[in-house]
Every structure is written in structure tokens, then in C-alpha cells.
């Protein structure tokens, strides 16, 4: 028997949440309940906020996050801040899991659905599709974005082994030179007591590294960031990488470490040291970072950016869904 529920309050489903998103073929850091009520608690005015949860026999199945704001249906949080958007379906629940989501979707004052930032692989693209055919909507899948992902070796030469030769070539290079620096090193702040000063070293090389970034960063996004930090950091999920050069922190990033990949969320750089490609390798070594962890994925999230490729990354694409009631 397939029974739903819904819900405007994060805390009732946050239990259950957490169970079922490990047993999802989407599961992201940015599916996490903890994400999306931090996402909630900071930008969610305005918005009318649906949590679906649907059942089998008595156990949740899946869950369906969404917002209603001017008659469009979309997915808690936008791009700014989410790579990812889906649902969040247990393997092989996925046909009542949608047959209930869809029938329960009808039923709503919708006039659009804009689902964004779906990865290519995703079981909502094909059944969003069918059922936007069913009824006779317009239906409209578009490529949004790409997120490169690398597999990771082994070690740290392994990987180096696999990419190409002007590139590894390119990067040892690089690599060596910092050596030769007195005092270079990376290090990660994942302190508590210190994470709020550490943090305001980051909005600045993020700032510092092009307008867009400066423009990007505003106060309330700092807040954001920072919120993130405090709740993931007792998790081991948030890794502040900072890369120093005689003792000035010249390039900085976030990682998350999640469900056995590092994901490269934001970064920044002083553009007084790009001739030492800093920018470059704090990513790099991240990287190793995460192949010493163990990790099997490195994934370098939205974005086609030059470095990506350079240290790796082979193209992964996320899509927009639409669907208009209006023929």
C-alpha cells in the first residue's frame, strides 16, 4: 500500500531522511536534509515549501523536496549554491515512487515545474518526461551545466600516470617549483574555536580571485558558508584547504568529504601569486588529499573551467527539466 505525507517542517522528516539517502542513486551532500534546512533557514522567504514523503507498506520510499513560489513547482535551493538537484528515491522503488509523486504532483495549483541541476543519469528525467506526456504538458529537457568528475588511483603517481602528458608533465613542474619555495605548505582548519576567522581568509581570496567572485560572495551567502562550516565540520563532511607561502595564505577551497568523494564546492585565490599557478595546485592537492583518504571520486562540481580538465575531470552534465501546463 503506497501512503504520502507532506510536510512545511524539516525536523519532522529528518530521521528518516537521513536514513534513506544512502540507499539513493542520487545521494549528494546537497540532498542532505542538513543542507537543504540550512539553504531554508536562509533564503527560504518568500516560498512555499512542500517536503512529499511517500511510503510503501509503511516505509518511506522516497522524498520530494520542493518549493511553490508564483505557480512554479521547483526544487528547494537554486544553482547558486546547489550543484545537485533531485529527488530522493531508494534503488529500485523508483516506479511508485514516481507513480505516486506524479499523481500527488497533478493534484497541486501549479501552472510550471522547473527542476534544475539533475544529473545525466538521473530515473526523474525519463519518468518527468512520461508523465508530462501522459497529461499532455509541455515537456522540455535541456543541457544546464557540466561537472567533471575523476575516478581516483590508488596513489598519488598512479593518478598522475593517468593523465595526459602535457598535463602531468605540467603539473610536476609546477609542483617542484613550489617545493623550492622556503615556506609553502597546505593544511586544512576544520577547528570549531577558529573556523569563523579561518572563513573570513577565504571570502577574501574568493573576492580577490575575479569580479564575479567579489559580486557572488555577498554578506548573506557569507553567513551561508559559514553555517555550512559549523554543522559539517563535527561531521568530518567540510574541509577548509588552505595552501601558504612564507607565510601568507595565498589560495584557499572547500571540500566535502561525502559518501567516499571529495567535492570541490568553492575557492579563491590572490592574484599577486598567480605566476606560482596557486590557484592550481591548492586544487591539486586536494586532490591527493583525497586519494591518501581513500576516496574513490574527486568530483570538481558544476563549472567547465580550464584546471578541471587539466587535473582530470572528464565531463559529467546535469539538465533542466520544464514542463508547462500551457500547450
Not at 147 to 154: D, F, H, I
Request: include cysteine.
Amino acid at each position: 500500500m503506497i501512503t504520502i505525507t507532506t510536510t512545511n517542517n524539516f525536523s519532522s522528516v529528518l530521521a528518516e531522511w537521513e536514513t534513506l539517502l544512502p540507499r539513493c542513486q542520487a545521494n549528494t551532500i546537497f540532498l542532505t536534509p542538513l543542507w537543504q534546512k540550512i539553504w531554508w533557514e536562509h533564503f527560504g522567504e518568500g516560498y512555499d515549501l512542500q517536503i512529499i514523503s511517500i511510503y510503501k507498506n509503511g516505509e518511506p520510499i522516497g522524498i520530494a523536496p520542493l518549493t511553490l513560489q508564483n505557480n512554479i513547482l521547483t526544487f528547494v535551493g537554486d544553482t547558486d549554491l546547489f550543484d545537485y538537484h533531485d529527488f530522493i528515491v531508494a534503488d529500485g522503488e523508483e516506479d511508485p515512487f514516481y507513480s505516486a509523486l506524479t499523481d500527488h504532483i497533478s493534484k497541486l495549483e501549479w501552472s510550471k515545474i522547473s527542476l534544475k541541476s539533475i544529473r545525466q543519469d538521473s530515473p526523474t528525467l525519463h519518468y518527468l518526461q512520461a508523465f508530462a506526456k501522459t497529461n499532455g504538458y509541455t515537456c522540455k529537457i535541456s543541457e544546464e551545466d557540466t561537472a567533471p568528475t575523476t575516478n581516483l588511483s590508488q596513489t598519488w603517481d598512479d593518478y598522475l600516470m593517468g593523465l595526459n602528458k602535457k598535463h602531468r608533465h605540467e603539473l610536476r613542474r609546477k609542483l617542484r617549483r613550489l617545493e623550492k619555495a622556503e615556506t609553502s605548505q597546505q593544511y586544512i582548519c576544520n577547528n570549531l574555536t577558529s573556523i569563523e576567522a579561518d572563513m573570513q581568509d577565504f571570502f577574501r581570496l574568493h573576492k580577490a580571485s575575479s569580479p564575479d567572485k567579489m559580486e557572488f560572495m555577498t554578506l548573506q551567502r557569507q553567513k551561508f558558508f559559514l553555517d555550512t562550516a559549523l554543522n559539517l565540520i563535527p561531521r568530518n563532511q567540510f574541509k577548509l584547504y588552505f595552501l601558504e607561502i612564507d607565510s601568507v595564505r595565498v589560495a584557499s577551497c572547500i571540500c566535502f568529504n561525502y559518501a567516499g568523494s571529495y567535492l570541490l564546492y568553492n575557492s579563491g585565490y590572490d592574484t599577486n601569486y598567480s605566476h606560482w599557478s596557486v590557484g592550481l595546485l591548492n586544487k591539486a592537492l586536494c586532490l591527493r588529499d583525497a586519494i591518501e583518504d581513500g576516496q574513490h571520486t574527486f568530483d570538481f562540481l558544476r563549472g567547465s573551467e580550464r584546471y578541471k580538465y587539466e587535473l582530470g575531470g572528464k565531463d559529467c552534465f546535469v539538465f533542466e527539466l520544464k514542463i508547462d501546463k500551457a500547450n
